[in-house]
Structures are given as structure tokens and as C-alpha cells.
């Protein structure tokens, strides 16, 4: 028999970190937990711990786990090199960008209250933190980021694969790889497997524009690779990142009773995002090109798990990467944070395309996140169950739908089944079968019930008074929601609990309340998405929403890397049309030092544009060069300041520029979601609550 300690110690990045404590029996090949230890404290000073009805559900659910399997703590470890040292990564900001430090309490008791013990298994495998060799001549650099970095001996160098989300946490991986195997050799290739910021936000950590130009460095990524990347980064980015607050419990301190991890990764940095373009795309569903004297094969996989991705396979090595496509986890078909909602078939059906197509031989596959799976037959068994994870959800969720279960039923009607929830893969860490049924019929169905009364819904502010005046006021309900709560009925409690809040936000009582409710949900969550998105929530109910660092995926550097298209594009997503009626003009924009013309035009309260073509009669010819254009997206030089010191030249009516930037709006990235929860900005009066709002109103 081994204790937890000499388990956990075994795995040499967690023990280096880590003080152990607790108990956690390994017997006759199989891992089990025992009873819970109570918890102490919490970090919030309303905060409650479990209900009774909370250690049920944990409880029923431990008892149906797969805690025989231990293969995962297996590949966890293997091929560890060396520890990182430092548990914290500065930003160049002077902030921490990266803090392992603070899932030290994983470690601290074999089992928490508070956390399913599902996601308490994930995320102490994902405590791993330091250098790991994959096979001679591929290097992994896991726990320093949401995702991993890969590192395969090139000829001349180092092939780097998906780098990160900061420069920061990839120059400290860099750094890491160079003291123990890199002999010094440099960058000879970076590859992005898709357009996630987690996959290429680190670049500038690595190497630069300057050494990517002197050395004609290839930056290899899938076609479609940069409009994607801006589409799903930038043009919603605001919404994106502030969503992220729940999904991804950004600001939500780490805790029992709190963040436990994100399933994918610990935590997503918060240092400097950058982005270096691509300038060598994968444009064939099957492509094979020599990097850096490394035979390389891709498989596009389209409309995945991004709307652009790739696999790639290494014959002389056979090594499968499968970049996201497959992780340990069910991944995300609706996305929380909001995405474009992904194909599960067409996912499941590329998964087969590399089982059959590189599978059928590979002896060891790693992805952008978790840890590798080495031996064919084991390869083949992960591949095989996680096709069969997303077939099944796409076609069981839509044989429901068939017979009439609408989007507003489908998550309590369509279960996984039991031989793929026995395998911990497929289990859901990412993505949820909830949301993720929902999601399926989504993306064939939409939004509607069919119901007519959801076709032309109040919105549920304005729909709330009345909920709560049928009710009989705000009294009635809350005495009725605390029974429900008492009575371990959650979802039936968030239901009423809910309308008084939104139509009483400045009632604290309720959302106090409410914030009791959405605790005990978050604690029964095997899914972090969920337990996040519930605790984010509650949080900021009872505190407001928090301050704090976050990562900026609009960062100056991703929108520098926009072509100009689609930065005329996002102009018109800042655009408040409100602002513009009545306004109308036309700009022909000419950038020659890449020969691109563009025809602007402002009607309709709409700002459109169109590549290719001028207007005969502009009321403005703007005449720049794209390098100069570059500082005006990137925020460190006015359009007005390049006017006047020639930078850029003009033709005809200035002035129109001055009614153009007088209709852009700077979104907040802390919006309020739950009602009351703003702080000083709701002091603030409007007829229209989305009007944009100055910085400088706000303040006063």
C-alpha cells in the first residue's frame, strides 16, 4: 500500500512544488479516495460550506468513478526532466502573470466538500509543472500556462508548437527548455495549430519580428488562420473576456470553497499577449512540407474544435499531434464565452481521419493541453472514445430533437453513455453534456423552443416586476426561496430568486440569497466551466464585480496583426449606429506601400467597406502607408497627429474624420451581468441602460 504523499511525490513536478498532506490509498492497482475532511474557512465573508443535500450529490457521484484507472497519473509523470523552480511568473507589467503557488491547498487533504471529486482528480493532475521529455527529440513544457508548449529538435533549431498565452510564461518555458536540453540553439520554426489565443499569444516571449525576418523564420499555421483569429478575439473580444470572468472564474479566488482549476489548464495567465502573422499557411486538406529538416504532415480540420485547426504527424518519430481535437476531456461544442457553436459529427469524423490515417501506427500522441499517451493500443483507445464522444452526443441530441425535446429540455433529457462516462477522457472538464446538448441543437435548431410566446420575449428586466408582483413581492419570495434552499431544491429556488433580483437589483437580501443558492449548484459541478460560472456569479452578488489582472485577447498587437479589412471591419462593430443617424460620407483609404485601396462609406447609420474599389467623388482621399496605419490601430499615434506631421496625406473634407471617431465607443470589459452588482456606474441615469458611457462620466 502507498499513501497520497508517496503517490503525489511520485509525480516530480507536483512534489518539488508541493508540501503533501492527507491520505490517499493506492491498493491493487486502483486509486480511492477517503471521507472528505471538513473544510476551514471560507474567502468570502458571506460564504456558507456544503449543504447536506451538496455531500449527497458528491458523494452518489464518487461512488460511480472510475478510480481503478490510474493510467493517467502514469502518463502524468512520465518523462519528467526538471522542475520550475519559481511558482510565480512576473508580467513585464510588474503584476504576476502566472501563480502555481496558489493551488497549493490541492495537495493539503486527500478530498474537499467542495469539490467534486471528479474535478478535484483533474485538477491535481494538472499541477504538473516543469519540463517533460515526450520521446527523444519532442520536449513538453507543462503548467505554466491554460495550454502546454511543445518543443521538436529541428535540424537547425527548435520547431515551437502553440506558445502559450503570454510572452512572459513562454520566454520562462524558453528559458526552462534552453537551462536543461536546448543546447542553445534557436527558434527555426514556430507553428499555431488554431486560432486560440491560448495557442499564440505567447510568441513575443520567444522570438520577434525582427529575428523572424533576418532569419526567415516560418510561422506555419491553417488557412483562414488570421480571420478566424480576429473574428473570434476581437470583433466580440469585449463580450468574450468579460465572459470569461465566469466560465473561466478569472478573478475568483483560488480556494476549496472557490477556483480549483480550469480543467483544460490551472489558470489562464495574465501577462502580455502578442501575435506574430503567419507566412506560411496549410491550404490542402493534407499537407506535407519539411520543417527545419523535420518531414511534417498536417491534417486541416476545419470547424472542430476552432473554426480553423490542424494535426499534424511526425512519420520518422511517429508522433500524432492532435493539437485540440483531442485532450483529456470532452471539450466544448457551445462554448461558454461564446464562440461560433462547433460540429460535433464533422469533429468525431476528423478524429477518425487521424485514428485510421496516422493512428493505425503512431507510438505516441500529445496535444496542446494535458499529458501524452504512449503504445498504439492506447493511442488507438483514446482515439476511438473520444470519436465516439462526440458522434454520439451529435446524433443521440438530435434523435431527441426529433421527437420534439426543445433546447430548454434537452440538458436534463440526454445522458452520455456509461461506457464513454467510464472513461475519465471523456469526461466533461471543458465542455459539459448540459451545455454542450444545448449547443447541438443550437447550431441545427437555434434559439427558439418553437414556442410563439419566446419568439418576441421582454427582456428580463422588464419581464421580472411582473413575475414578482404575481408572486405576491419580494417578501413572499424570499421566504419561499430559503425553503427551497433548505430543502436542497437549487434550480427551483434560482428560478424565482432570479426574477427578484433582476427586477429588484439593489435588494441585497435576494442576492444574497441567491448567491447561497448558486454556491451549493457550484459545488456539485464535476464541469470547472459551471462550478465557475456559479461561484463567479455568487461572488459578484455579494462583492460587486472584482478588480484585478486579466489577459486582453484585443490586445494593440493582435489588432497590429489585423489585416485592414478587417480592422474596417471592428470600426463598425465600435460604431454606435445611434450616433450616426443622419450622418453620411464616403473615404477612399489608399495604403501604398502594400496596394490596397478601400471604399468607406457611412449611410444608413452603418459603416461598410469594400476592397478593391474608390469612390469617383469622395468626400476624403486618406493616404497612408499600412506600417504607418499600424500605429493608428495599435493606439500610439492619432490619426491626427499622422495628418499633421505628413505621415498621412488628405484629400478633400477632414472634417468627416472627426465625425467618424465621434460615433466610436470604447467597450467596458467589466459589464455587469448580475443585476445590482455594477457599483458606481449604476449611479449613473440613462434612458437607454447600453448607451455608452464616457470613462471620464463614470468617474465623476
Not at 478569472?250 to 477556483?259: C, D, Q, R
Request: with cysteine; net charge negative; charged share 20%.
Amino acid at each position: 500500500m502507498t499513501t497520497r504523499r508517496q503517490f503525489v511525490q511520485s509525480l516530480p513536478a507536483v512534489g518539488a512544488a508541493f508540501a503533501i498532506a492527507g491520505s490517499w490509498t493506492v491498493d491493487s492497482n486502483s486509486a480511492r479516495a477517503t471521507s472528505p475532511v471538513p473544510l476551514k474557512g471560507h474567502f468570502h465573508p458571506k460564504g456558507k460550506s456544503p449543504s447536506r443535500f451538496t455531500l449527497d450529490v458528491l458523494q452518489q457521484a464518487k461512488a460511480t468513478l472510475p478510480f481503478d484507472d490510474v493510467r493517467d497519473f502514469q502518463e502524468q509523470k512520465k518523462g519528467f526532466i526538471a522542475p520550475m523552480k519559481e511558482l510565480k511568473i512576473m508580467a513585464n507589467a510588474g503584476h504576476v502573470a502566472w501563480d502555481m503557488e496558489r493551488f497549493q491547498f490541492l495537495h493539503e487533504q486527500e478530498e474537499f466538500d467542495s469539490i467534486h471529486p471528479s474535478l478535484l482528480r483533474q485538477s491535481v493532475l494538472n499541477n504538473n509543472y516543469g519540463l517533460y521529455e515526450v520521446i527523444p527529440g519532442i520536449y513538453q513544457v507543462r503548467g505554466f500556462d491554460l495550454s502546454d508548449l511543445s518543443f521538436v529538435r529541428g535540424k537547425t533549431g527548435w520547431i515551437v508548437i502553440d506558445p502559450l498565452v503570454s510572452g512572459e510564461t513562454a520566454k520562462a518555458a524558453w528559458n526552462l527548455l534552453q537551462e536543461h536540453v536546448g543546447e542553445g540553439l534557436p527558434v527555426s520554426a514556430v507553428i499555431y495549430s488554431h486560432s486560440h489565443a491560448d495557442h499564440w499569444g505567447g510568441v513575443r516571449g520567444i522570438i520577434d519580428d525582427e529575428e523572424v525576418k533576418k532569419r526567415n523564420i516560418p510561422i506555419i499555421a491553417p488557412r483562414n488562420f488570421m480571420v478566424h483569429t480576429i473574428s473570434e478575439n476581437v470583433y466580440a473580444g469585449n463580450a468574450m473576456n468579460r465572459r470569461l470572468f465566469y466560465q473561466y472564474g478569472l478573478l475568483l479566488p483560488a480556494s476549496p470553497h472557490g477556483y480549483v482549476g480550469q480543467g483544460l489548464g490551472q489558470a489562464v495567465s495574465s501577462g502580455a499577449i502578442g501575435l506574430l502573422a503567419p507566412n506560411r499557411l496549410i491550404e490542402q486538406a493534407i499537407e506535407e512540407i519539411d520543417v527545419d529538416g523535420v518531414r511534417m504532415i498536417f491534417q486541416d480540420t476545419p470547424n472542430t474544435e476552432a473554426p480553423t485547426e490542424m494535426n499534424t504527424y511526425i512519420p520518422e518519430l511517429k508522433a500524432l499531434w492532435m493539437a485540440e481535437n483531442v485532450i483529456a476531456s470532452l471539450h466544448n461544442i457551445y462554448t461558454l464565452r461564446g464562440a461560433p457553436v462547433r460540429d460535433p459529427l464533422n469533429w468525431s469524423k476528423y478524429i477518425n481521419q487521424a485514428l485510421h490515417r496516422f493512428g493505425v501506427e503512431a507510438e505516441v500522441m500529445f496535444a496542446s493541453h494535458h499529458w501524452p499517451r504512449w503504445g498504439n493500443a492506447r493511442i488507438q483507445e483514446v482515439l476511438r472514445g473520444q470519436r465516439d464522444l462526440y458522434a454520439n452526443m451529435n446524433n443521440q441530441v438530435l434523435h431527441l430533437a426529433n421527437q420534439g425535446v426543445t433546447i430548454n429540455e434537452i440538458h436534463n433529457v440526454y445522458k452520455t453513455p456509461k461506457s464513454i462516462l467510464s472513461k475519465w477522457d471523456c469526461r466533461g472538464y471543458h465542455g459539459s453534456p448540459e451545455h454542450n446538448s444545448r449547443g447541438v441543437i443550437q447550431r441545427f435548431l437555434g434559439f427558439w423552443d418553437c414556442n410563439p410566446t419566446t419568439l418576441i420575449p421582454l427582456s428580463p428586466s422588464d419581464s421580472a416586476p411582473l413575475y414578482v408582483e404575481m408572486m405576491g413581492g419580494a417578501e413572499k419570495i424570499l421566504a419561499r426561496g430559503r425553503e427551497l434552499h433548505d430543502e436542497g431544491k437549487y434550480l427551483h429556488a434560482q428560478e424565482i430568486l432570479n426574477k427578484l433580483v433582476l427586477a429588484e437589483p439593489h435588494n441585497q437580501d435576494a442576492k444574497d440569497l441567491l448567491a447561497d443558492v448558486f454556491e451549493q449548484i457550484g459545488y456539485q459541478q464535476e464541469n470547472p466551466g459551471l462550478r465557475n460560472s456559479y461561484l463567479a456569479a455568487a461572488y459578484e452578488l455579494r462583492s460587486g464585480i472584482p478588480a484585478g489582472q486579466t489577459a486582453d485577447s484585443s490586445s494593440p498587437d493582435v489588432i497590429r496583426a489585423m489585416s485592414t479589412e478587417l480592422f474596417l471591419n471592428f470600426l463598425g462593430i465600435r460604431m454606435d449606429s445611434r450616433k450616426a443617424e443622419g450622418m453620411r460620407f464616403t473615404i477612399n483609404l489608399i495604403t501604398p506601400d502594400n496596394g490596397e485601396k478601400f471604399l468607406i462609406e457611412l449611410e444608413n447609420a452603418t459603416l461598410t467597406n469594400i476592397q478593391g474599389f474608390l469612390s469617383p467623388s469622395p468626400d476624403l482621399t486618406l493616404t497612408i502607408n499600412r506600417t504607418d496605419l499600424e500605429q493608428t490601430m495599435m493606439g500610439t499615434k492619432t490619426l491626427e497627429a499622422q495628418i499633421a506631421d505628413g505621415t498621412a496625406t488628405v484629400d478633400g473634407d477632414v472634417a468627416v474624420l472627426q465625425q467618424l471617431a465621434s460615433t466610436m465607443v470604447d467597450f467596458d470589459p467589466r459589464f455587469e451581468i448580475m443585476p445590482g452588482t455594477k457599483g458606481v456606474a449604476t449611479k449613473i441615469q440613462h434612458a437607454d441602460p447600453y448607451e455608452a458611457v464616457p470613462q471620464a462620466a463614470i468617474a465623476e
